[in-house]
């Protein structure tokens, strides 16, 4: 049995690890909607699973959609229904746009945050990570 030196272990560790893992690196990834057009409408199938993803309540996600996108909606069960047709492109597009306003952290870019509630319609992002308060409209 031979022994092998220092080095040569290395190697052969090295040449076991895979070359690069799936994914970017972060924890958090900002998620995608699952939809498909039927006649007029536009349907999100995975509305409910997005809003969990990003720790936020349905309604406010559908207020801003609705706002944003200026399309009357309704929510049937686990989807959502936009009442126009709109490209996946645009809605995720959105949707993008809602997680940088409303979830990302803007001091440590963490999605570890919460939203507060002040009184006179006045909120607050709150950062879990770091403790960083911002006033969101």
């Known amino acids: 049995m031979s022994e092998k030196t220092y080095e040569q272990l290395l190697e052969s560790a090295y040449a076991t690890i895979p070359e690069k893992v799936s994914g970017s690196g972060e924890r958090f990834e900002i998620p995608k909607f699952d939809y498909f057009t ?47 047709k709109i490209t996946g492109d645009i809605i995720n597009k959105k949707l993008e746009e809602f997680v940088n306003r409303f979830v990302i ?33």
């Open 38 to 84: 039927e006649g007029t409408k536009t349907i999100i199938k995975n509305f409910s699973v997005v809003c969990e993803k990003i720790r936020r309540d349905k309604s406010i996600l559908m207020k801003f959609l609705s706002k944003e996108l200026a399309v009357p909606l309704e929510e049937q069960g686990e989807r959502l229904i936009l009442q126009r």
């Open 105 to 137: 952290c803007k001091e440590c870019k963490k999605p570890d945050t919460h939203i507060q509630e002040l009184g006179h319609g006045m909120k607050q992002l709150i950062c879990e990570a770091c403790g960083a308060r911002n006033a969101i409209r």
